[in-house]
């Protein structure tokens, strides 16, 4: 964390000596700065340089997540920030962008867009519950209304606490650092223009989560996945140290499948080829559900601290993970007699709507992190954080301000030499 706050430090400073260099060149000569034309770059200079400062002053870190429709994205979400907001269905949902900002205020804004079919503006007060279905309210009237004729995407920001900035120890980022999580259009929806558009200048900006199904990596699925994805890449110029791959619902996987060692590591070669990657990428084992159905039932609060989930919302899900994910449960207790019976007498608990405690719900969690590969994820998140924080975070609030400035001093130096 001081590696980052450094960087952090060091850029705001140059960001301050670069406008302080300014304002004392216009203080020094006004005539030359009189000039309508450089006038008008001074001022496109000045929008986007308080810009650059406002964000270095309250940085946020973004992670967004990527993949082929129904690879479990929106699960992958809920899972990341403890509670359940993102829609959770079969079949496309994530059309537009959704962005969930950690905030102790719980609201909701829907952007105004040209002939909107569906609700927009701004909410406060509003339970986990009026989020999420708010939300898919929106999702459902914007596939419906797309069906007869095109729309602008919904843009939906939710602001609710999230887990990785509740318990800083998971991403370990210093204090004052935001957190974002934007749950982009699935990756078959590239095709259309304007989602390419979106997703594009989403994963710019941020660290991408690329979600494949497992049930998906068949030669047609597979081969379509990494052309689309493809495209997001090359707009990336190729870099893809912000990218980790997960291989989704493993748990899916049958006794006659290959192993899934093999799996990954002929998947792996494959995205290296088709992305022309300088070397093999990261991909993830992952049970999105198991994890969500865990983290939800703790919530987004610290895991050394007490949750403030309700008993009636934690038997809820852990009814639904019980029931989801038993198969997951057998297979990693089954060499361990007195676990297996540990989770069969919660399993049982559960069930007679017994109340289940904070203690017995984290070694639960601690199981689900293990079995799941959330660990392993925030593990690597951590790692990735250290070593590209600079692009992910501060390089974003940068970029705006150098076309700007460009366009300013060569201004000048016509009007200098002309």
């Known amino acids: 964390m001081p590696v980052i706050e450094s960087k952090l430090n060091n850029t705001r400073n140059l960001l301050q000596e670069l406008g302080n260099s300014v304002s004392s060149?216009?203080?020094?000569?006004?005539?030359?700065?009189?000039?309508?034309?450089?006038?008008?770059?001074?001022?496109?200079?000045l929008t986007v340089y308080q810009e650059a400062v406002q964000r270095l002053e309250n940085p946020s870190f973004r992670i967004a997540t990527l993949g082929t429709t129904s690879s479990g994205k929106s699960t992958i979400v809920n899972a990341l920030i403890g509670r359940k907001i993102a829609p959770i269905e079969a079949g496309e949902m994530s059309g537009g962008v959704l962005t969930i900002k950690h905030s102790q205020e719980q609201r909701l804004m829907i952007a105004e867009t040209e002939d909107a079919?569906?609700?927009?503006?701004?909410?406060?007060?509003?339970?986990?519950?009026?989020?999420?279905?708010?939300?898919?309210?929106?999702?459902?009237?914007?596939?419906?209304?797309?069906?007869?004729?095109?729309?602008?995407?919904?843009?939906?920001?939710?602001?609710?606490?999230?887990?990785?900035?509740?318990?800083?120890?998971?991403?370990?980022?210093?204090?004052?650092?935001?957190?974002?999580?934007?749950?982009?259009?699935?990756?078959?929806?590239?095709?259309?223009?304007?989602?390419?558009?979106?997703?594009?200048?989403?994963?710019?900006?941020?660290?991408?989560?690329v979600a494949l199904d497992y049930m998906q990596v068949d030669d047609e699925h597979r081969k379509r996945l990494l052309e689309e994805l493809k495209k997001v890449v090359e707009y990336l110029q190729g870099r893809t140290d912000s990218m980790i791959f997960i291989l989704n619902r493993v748990d899916n996987r049958g006794t006659d499948d290959l192993p899934l060692s093999e799996r990954i590591d002929k998947l792996r070669e494959e995205i290296k080829e088709v992305l022309s990657l300088p070397e093999l990428p990261d991909v993830l084992p992952f049970n999105a559900r198991l994890l969500y159905y865990a983290q939800c039932a703790w919530g987004s609060g610290a895991f050394n601290q007490p949750s403030v989930m309700s008993q009636e919302i934690r038997l809820k899900l852990l009814k639904a993970m019980?029931?989801?994910?038993?198969?997951?449960?057998?297979?990693?207790?089954?060499?361990?007699?007195?676990?297996?019976?540990?989770?069969?007498?919660?399993e049982d608990r559960v069930e007679d709507n017994e109340a289940i405690d904070d203690e017995t719900m984290r070694q639960i969690l601690h199981y689900s992190f293990e079995w799941s590969g959330g660990r392993e994820l925030w593990d690597r998140f951590r790692v990735r954080v250290q070593e590209s924080f600079a692009e992910l975070v501060i390089l974003p609030a940068l970029l705006e301000v150098f076309d700007p400035y460009n366009a300013l001093a060569e201004s000048l130096e016509i009007r200098i030499h002309p």
């Open 25 to 45: 060149l216009v203080n020094s000569s006004p005539d030359v700065f009189a000039d309508s034309g450089i006038q008008s770059c001074l001022q496109d200079f």
């Open 322 to 346: 019980f029931q989801d994910c038993a198969g997951v449960i057998k297979s990693n207790t089954k060499d361990n007699r007195d676990l297996k019976n540990w989770f069969r007498d919660i």
């Open 117 to 209: 079919a569906w609700d927009t503006g701004e909410w406060t007060g509003l339970s986990d519950e009026d989020l999420y279905q708010r939300i898919s309210t929106v999702m459902h009237s914007y596939h419906h209304a797309r069906k007869k004729r095109e729309y602008v995407a919904p843009q939906i920001t939710a602001y609710v606490p999230l887990l990785p900035a509740c318990d800083a120890s998971l991403l370990g980022l210093p204090n004052g650092i935001g957190v974002e999580l934007i749950d982009l259009p699935g990756l078959k929806s590239v095709q259309d223009r304007a989602n390419l558009a979106t997703i594009q200048k989403q994963v710019n900006k941020a660290f991408s989560l």
